[in-house]
């Protein structure tokens, strides 16, 4: 499998804010990938190094092969939903279908006609009279009609309704199945994710704390219930991601390969929103000086 | 991109063709009947007639419009500047279009090159059309005038008002991106533009190139009396015919430069301007001339005489065969910083910003 998108040790630095730190990632293609953090953990900083907007401070980033900012040629290949779908309020949206017809060589003028046919959008219409939701469709029409082999969306959702949010990702994946797309967005919700990614990045804190397939994610982490014990007895192979402690009682949110032998644990499956969620607590425990996980108690 | 380009720049342009075209037929429907007051009142050829300077003052006092036409020639470059340079970027930058435009299928330095054209030609064009219109319709007044260096007019006329325009235009585009911000961009594009327009009119433009330095003898065409303030009555310089010139300085020196002493003059001719009918001049050092007495144009001439030994007049000035050389070395300059702050935006959109 190729990969879209390759970062080594990149870093973005905003005067002596770190917006980004030490990123290294490789995304396969053919996948629909979730970016997810807190809000300010750098997801927008990441996706405006992936299109080329921002220039990284260190380390490396290659997009399709290439370094962005790039040719022409080169940024055909990428489309782009920017965070809070930016339209031209003045201009209509058939002016919008215009730009994009003529910004964009490989432009395909019958989707982009179909795309707003089917949404229902009055071409006349201003875009600074668009809904959200219909703002962010136009947006993403022109980042589809440009036949772009990756999609970048950062936060698309954000600004919807549950029910434009659902319409919008429905309409995302059949684009995608439809050509073959590889699409990385973000969104600071696991929920808005969890429907259509199966590729997962977890950035918090600056830093990527997980990245893999969603379901080898899934597999090998494991929710283990038993009896108190100290976090140092467990067995070297199984990661220790998140452990809390009642008087009597242990849980432990462990990344493993190997099957879980010891008979004293309840072994649950772990849903992707609390495994998200484990490993963003983790990296604000980072951030507060790792405080050591025993300390934690009821 | 010219299509993009254009379709933003739509607006602004019907509002400032819509303004030039109101400008023209108003120009145009004044400017015959002012040529034909010029031709038929006599100015033309009245020089050195008593009445003629009635007959120039009547003349002027017809066309107030001139003022308001010359304040618009003056403030359209900042206005262009302000309202089609400073939001160019800015506005992109503001509301984050840059995000969608910069990752169509063009190259930043493309788009950036296609807008600065487009609207940098859309703005000399305005302003050089409108210098046209006024430098036409101003035609017979300035041939009266004779002042074509004068404060206002070098400026609103002929082609230095296409560089001011092209370098404001510039300069707006150059503090949006920089600042990123709209309303703060127009301020500074508004400041920065009067700051470099006011340092080269007084600054730079009397030192393009070296003036003419002519010396006379004295006598009673190129010497008045008076006096500077409340000091005593002296001889004072008097403009030389040179019109269309434009005067530096005029000064009454002996061989080695050294200025007339008023002392010189007292002692030399005791009796100068005593009888001139009024006493001195109320003070402030305003030059008021006026028709003097025969007796006291004999006491002047003696003086003139006199003094006319040892001292001479020193002029220095721009002969009016400069005015097209300091034309064109004016709008270069203008254009030459046009070409700098270009350099800049580019430099600045390429590093990577955001």
């Known amino acids: ?298 | 991109m010219i299509w993009l380009t254009w379709r933003q720049f739509r607006t602004p342009a019907i509002v400032a063709s819509g303004a030039l075209a109101v400008t023209a037929v108003v120009l145009g429907v004044t400017g015959p009947h002012l040529i034909h007051l010029y031709d038929t009142s006599g100015i033309a050829t009245c020089h050195g007639a008593p009445d003629c300077q009635q007959l120039i003052d009547a003349f002027q006092s017809h066309y107030q419009l001139l003022r308001l036409i010359g304040t618009a020639v003056v403030v359209a470059p900042g206005i262009i500047g302000m309202f089609w340079g400073a939001p160019l970027i800015a506005r992109e930058l503001e509301t984050g279009m840059h995000r969608l435009v910069w990752t169509q299928s063009v190259t930043r330095t493309r788009w950036l090159l296609v807008k600065l054209a487009v609207v940098g030609l859309a703005s000399m064009a305005a302003a050089g059309l409108f210098s046209l219109m006024v430098t036409w319709w101003s035609g017979p007044i300035d041939r009266v005038t004779m002042d074509r260096f004068g404060t206002g007019m070098f400026g609103e006329r002929g082609l230095v008002p296409v560089g001011y325009a092209a370098f404001a235009f510039a300069l707006g585009v150059a503090a949006g991106l920089l600042i990123r911000r709209t309303l703060p961009a127009m301020v500074t594009t508004l400041v920065g533009f009067l700051a470099v327009r006011m340092a080269v009119s007084f600054w730079v433009r009397p030192n393009l190139i070296a003036p003419v330095v002519r010396r006379y003898a004295l006598n009673l065409a190129t010497v008045g009396f008076g006096s500077v303030g409340s000091g005593a009555q002296t001889l004072l310089p008097n403009a030389p015919n040179l019109p269309n010139a434009w005067i530096y300085s005029m000064r009454i020196v002996d061989a080695a430069g050294h200025p007339l002493p008023a002392h010189l003059v007292t002692t030399a001719c005791p009796q100068i301007g005593m009888d001139a009918g009024q006493g001195p001049p109320p003070g402030g050092s305003t030059v008021i001339s006026k028709a003097v007495p025969a007796h006291a144009q004999r006491i002047l001439s003696d003086c003139i005489a006199k003094i006319g030994v040892t001292y001479h007049e020193v002029v220095t000035y721009q002969p009016a065969s400069r005015y097209w050389p300091l034309q064109w070395s004016e709008l270069a300059i203008f254009l030459g910083l046009t070409l700098a702050l270009s350099g800049l935006c580019f430099w600045w959109v390429r590093r990577g910003l955001s």
């Open chain 1, 1 to 298: 499998m190729t990969s879209v998108v390759k970062a080594v040790g990149l870093g973005k630095r905003y005067g002596r804010r770190w917006a980004l730190s030490d990123c290294t990632l490789d995304i396969p293609s053919g996948h629909v990938a979730g970016l997810v953090g807190p809000n300010g953990a750098g997801k927008t900083t990441l996706m405006q190094l992936v299109v080329g907007l921002l220039a990284p401070t260190t380390g490396a980033i290659e997009v399709l092969g290439t370094r962005p900012p790039a040719s022409p040629a080169e940024l055909a290949r990428v489309g782009f939903v920017a965070q809070e779908t930016p339209t031209y309020t003045a201009l209509s949206v058939a002016d919008h279908l215009r730009l994009g017809a003529h910004l964009n060589p490989t432009w395909d003028a019958a989707l982009a006609d179909r795309r707003i046919d089917r949404l229902g959008l009055d071409p006349r219409q201003r875009a600074g009279k668009l809904s959200g939701g219909q703002r962010a469709q136009l947006a993403l029409t022109l980042a589809i009609a440009k036949r772009p082999e990756l999609l970048i969306l950062d936060e698309p959702v954000a600004s919807l309704d549950p029910l434009a949010r659902r319409e919008f990702l429905q309409d995302l994946m059949e684009s995608v199945a439809e050509h073959g797309l590889t699409v990385v967005l973000s969104s600071h919700l696991v929920a808005d994710l969890e429907r259509v990614c199966d590729y997962l990045i977890v950035l918090a804190a600056a830093r990527v704390q997980l990245t893999g397939i969603v379901d080898d994610l899934l597999a090998s982490h494991h929710r283990l219930t038993g009896p108190r014990r100290d976090p140092r007895r467990l067995p070297s192979d199984e990661e220790i991601i998140q452990a809390s402690h009642t008087d009597r009682q242990s849980t432990f949110l462990v990344r493993t390969d190997a099957p879980i032998l010891d008979p004293a644990w309840t072994v649950e499956h772990v849903g992707l929103e609390d495994l998200v969620l484990a490993y963003m607590g983790q990296a604000t425990d980072t951030d507060r000086g790792r405080r050591p996980a025993l300390a934690v108690r009821r």
